[in-house]
């Protein structure tokens, strides 16, 4: 367990942001931390990362107490908290010599090796003023990646980057993951860039852990939507007796359980309905969370 | 934590207001410089405010008259004095109340239109017979003719006032225009303080003279310095600390001021020390800009402090830093550190810009430099250089004092504007 959160409340000026949140993380899983603007993501974060301090609960980095033994626990984690921030005036090889300077035994070569892994080389020497929020985001990563960390904590990473640097970062942290055997921690409201990648979801409403699900549970929880290829789409209401989404004129849509299917069949088949195929409609991430949610309301 | 002080070091360094802040001070100084030398260069002595006068003034009137007069006859004084040198022999003489009265005398005939009658000519006359009469004499002379001339004035007004105290005592009428003289106690000694003060530059004019031969035929700045220590002496031997006049610190200021000067004055006479024209105006340009813009290394001081905090805050960096395994504390004195080094080499390099900047006109002649001592009224000779170190390094506990606080401002606060302000405001 890399990381572990219990219990964790947080108050400000007498408004509790967050109301005992506790979720974990393992080595090697990437957890996606989902919820609306103002759920208390970022806040949750900072907590974990003593930039808040906690009004309740323990957070344990490794088995640290961040409280107590702060540079501990900080020696192996990687952080971007909202903004990549960087120093402007300074080149993007500057900032990571910077950062190099708080750990011990980051050499050249280590710095030469996280600029390629985020394909910076090209620009590595231009003033970070002069970059795109893009190039800022992968540096901050490349910054974050700089001392092996155990623990990689992603504010919004994908903010600013394009569709092939959000598929090169997926594809980065994946890779990450599995080889380096990193826990990675990844909050984002773009849930169709968490979709494809994330190991298990944490979903957070009004500061509160709606739940903590592994991408398979979180859309396989209730009925799901049936689309069924037929002859003819005429009479299919009142033959099925339930309600029925048509779509055009071979089409239909149906939300059902299961174990409904195969009645369903049978009834279609005794009225003469010709079928060529039923097929699951996957709910999407967006769906389910929505769903979880309930909308995007924020008290 | 070495690292952290270099990692802060790093950050300021790359920092243009750094620099900028010494090429800013370096323009100004030098222009400063060049404007001086312009000045020196191509003003004289304002002639033309008096030209004006002239020219304007009502002639029919009895003040317009007099007012002709008077600045016709300073006119042609200040011409003298241009062509002879300010601290010329010739030019103390033309301001001497002796040659100055037949010349206004003669200038206020010229306004009643009897510029040629005979009296206008006596009175042109007896102001060139006064000139003339200090040809090939020197200024020991004039001041000794001087000095005979205040000491007649104090034997005839006490024997006047004998007079005139016999008089009451034995109730005898005084005669109208005796009992019209009011001679106060006052009178005699403001005139025993100048005849004092006229021997006391005569003596320090005989120094001068022994040491500097020619100076009645005007070496300027050497009679300037003799002229300059004559009215420090004046100031600070009639300052009267009981005076209710001089309990102001202005005052006192003044004082302290024409008593330095006065010490000064007097070591370089008794030390023969050529104040030529570069080193005058070198000192004075370096000088003040040691002490009066002690101010501008303070403004630096204060806004690297303040956005040394700030700016990490502002520009969310300092969440990059906080997150890094050290303790707050540790960061935090990892920046007091850096601050305080930074600022002690700005305060170095400040001064060598200031050096380096006020030489370029004038010229890079290492000189040295007189200072006073209050406490023993001695003067003492130091080179220029190590006198600039020496006053870099009285400024460091007043750096170091509005670091500390503009670290506290900026903790306090995180905001730039509130921390500068907040300092400068104590400043």
Redesign the interface.
Known sequence: MILEVKNLSKSFGGREILKDVSFSLDKGDILGFIGPNGAGKSTTIKCI???NSLTKGTVLIDGHDITKE??????K?G?I???P??????SGK?NLR??A???DGINGKKIEDVIKLVGLENRINDKVSKYSLGMKQRLGIA?ALLNDPDLLILDEPTNGLDPEGIRDLRNLLKKLAKDKNIGILISSHNLAELESFCSSYCIIQNGKIISQTTAKDLKKDDDSVYTIMLDKTRGVKKALGIEVDVVSDDEIRIHAQKEEIPDIISTLVKNEFRIYSVTEDELSLEDAFLKKTGGNKID | MIKLIYNELYKIFHKKVFYIMLIISFALILGEGYLAKFIKNNMTESTWLLEDRIENVDKTTNEGQTEFADASAQLEVMKLCEKEGTYSLKCAVANDPEAMNPLTQYYLLVAQDKGDSEEAQKARDEFDEVLKKYDGKDFKDFYGDRAKVIKEEIEEAEQMKAAIELAVKSGTALPKEISEIDLSENDIEQMKKDYNNTLETLRMTLEGYEYLRDVNKGNNETNGIIAYYAAAYNTYKDFDPDDSAYKDNDSLTTKRNAEKEYYTYKYMIDNRIVYNDVRANRDQMILPSLSAMNGFVLIFAILLVAGIICDEFNKGTIKQLLIKPFERSKILTSKIIACTLVILLFNLLYYGVVYVAASIPFGFNVDSVLYYSFNTHSVGEMNLLVYMFINTICLIPQLLFYTALCLLFGVLFTNLAISFIGGFAVY
């Not at chain 1, 702060?70 to 020696?75: E, G, I, L, Q, R």
């Not at chain 1, 921030?85 to 300074?90: A, I, S, T, V």
Request: proline residues 0%; hydrophobic residues 55%; glycine residues 4%.
């Open positions: 990362l003593g930039l702060f540079s501990k626990a900080m020696v984690v952080a908290v909202e903004n921030d960087l120093y402007m005036y300074l500057q910077l950062i300077n708080y750990y910054a």
